[in-house]
């Protein structure tokens, strides 16, 4: 548990040093967001449909264009590899960075989301359920697309391929929360995408930092 | 454990594949030419889809066998990740390129079928979709191999995507499968009472073998060439070479 809150902590006050890259996420998904009223339509019936699609669509996106930060810099420097060396739990290392990921770019995600759906219209009696998907999805997100990240990290191309690999991975989550939020808004019962949503997390939860693991020490080779 | 090392290592692989694949072309050319010859000439036309059901005689084995090769590449994964075996690293590789053809093998005459059937080439059916997303995966199983200068190191990668890939597989088909089903539902695993006549349901399982027959009759042929560039420096395969 030790070099868990170790590593949370010194990964969580790099990204406070860090603002402006942490706030990059943020602001492309604030613009992205506001580009399609321009793409489309700035029609109130039509914005209001698609705004489900187009925030969780730009959220994946947003979340996994910052993926890269999670492992490169410390790649880059050697300290990464020392991490590695160190005793202790490998899975558990893997786990305190996505969390500390997590808590930098997903958590600002959730909250600025509201906003950004009440912009394209969206319902505010299902604002609830967005958030809740986006609480729950967020960190299978950048579960999974630190396998990405951990499989592209010795190549000098890694960002775009990284993604290529990761996004089929987001399917079910992209789904079932989508799923869940037009359900809200037709005030049909959304307590069955949430269970399916938080298995999901659990599931990603006991299995993807294994997969992390293997595709560092492949890396490291 | 120890057959694995011994049937894994390449120079005794390379030996009794040579059998196998001689056998497997050979059934694959009789029940390929069985199959095509009563799937085209002597089953019935469909009374609804009259000819343009003789697509299905291709269309299902590859989208079965599209499925069955992403097994044998996640397995073929586990192997070369636990046991370290650089044929099963080569078997990865290459059956992401058979699989990748299978799947777009099954999504082109699927689109080809559609057009007439269901009026359109493409509608974002869950099973269309499933196949679209599977096409995805291999092609990522690709990028990653090939991204790598060294293919051992490209392999492990790609064996580690494999293999999440395929725990993943479920979720995705059965999520896209709630999101939106249009195509028509299974006809052949009903097994009580299949809702295909026998008729078409004999040439169907005899091109069903032939695939699978031609499947690892290629993987064995593919693996065996890549064996042998990768392999080029050792001895055996100067001993080979020599003969």
């Known amino acids: 548990m030790n070099i868990f809150l170790a590593v949370l902590q010194r990964d969580l006050k790099l990204a406070l040093r860090r603002r402006r890259e942490v706030a990059n996420p943020l602001v492309f998904f604030i613009i992205v967001v506001s580009l399609f009223p321009l793409g489309v339509s700035p029609d109130r019936e039509l914005l209001s449909e698609i705004a489900p699609g187009v925030i969780w669509v730009t959220a994946l996106l947003a979340s996994l264009m910052s993926m890269d930060a999670i492992f490169r810099s410390d790649y880059d420097d050697g300290s990464l590899e020392q991490l590695l060396l160190l005793p202790g739990s490998k899975v558990l290392l893997v786990l305190a960075k996505v969390t500390a990921h997590w808590i930098s770019i997903g958590l600002p995600l959730i909250i600025i989301a509201p906003v950004m759906a009440l912009l394209l219209y969206f319902p505010a009696h299902a604002i609830v359920s967005l958030m809740v998907t986006l609480l729950i999805s967020t960190p299978i997100l950048s579960l999974l697309g630190a396998v990405g990240v951990a499989l592209t990290l010795s190549l000098r191309t890694g960002g775009i391929l990284s993604s290529l690999l990761i996004l089929p991975f987001y399917i079910p989550v992209l789904i079932f929360s989508t799923m869940a939020i037009s359900a809200a808004t037709s005030n049909l019962p959304v307590m069955g995408y949430y269970a399916l949503l938080g298995a999901f997390l659990i599931m990603s939860l006991i299995l993807v930092p294994f997969a992390v693991v293997a595709a560092l020490k492949v890396s490291h080779n | ?243």
């Open chain 2, 1 to 243: 454990m120890h057959f694995i090392h011994k049937y894994g290592s390449p120079n005794y692989f390379y030996q009794w594949s040579g059998t196998w694949l001689k056998i497997l072309s050979a059934l694959t050319l009789i029940l390929m030419a069985l199959g095509l010859y009563w799937a085209l000439i002597i089953s019935p036309p469909d009374y609804q889809q009259s000819e343009t059901v003789r697509i299905m005689y291709i269309h299902v084995p590859s989208a079965w066998m599209s499925m069955f090769t992403y097994v044998v590449m996640a397995s073929a994964g586990v192997v070369a990740m636990i046991w370290r075996i650089k044929v099963a690293e080569i078997v990865v590789a290459q059956s992401a390129i058979i699989g990748a053809s299978f799947t777009l093998l099954a999504l082109v005459t699927g689109m080809l079928w559609g057009k007439p059937m269901w009026g359109a080439y493409w509608v974002w059916d869950a099973r269309l979709t499933s196949e679209l997303v599977l096409l995805f995966l291999y092609v990522g199983v690709l990028a990653i191999y090939s991204a790598y200068e060294d293919p051992r190191t490209g392999a492990k990668a790609a064996s580690i995507l494999a293999i999440v890939g395929v725990i993943n597989i479920p979720i995705i088909h059965y999520s896209v499968e709630w999101w939106n089903t249009l195509h028509q539902g299974p006809t052949v695993t009903k097994f009580d009472s299949p809702s295909a006549p026998l008729s078409m349901l004999t040439p169907l399982f005899i091109m069903f073998f032939a695939f699978k027959t031609y499947f690892f009759a290629l993987l064995f042929a593919r693996t065996r060439n890549a064996l042998l560039s990768r392999e080029r420096h050792t001895s055996w395969v100067q001993e080979i070479l020599e003969k």
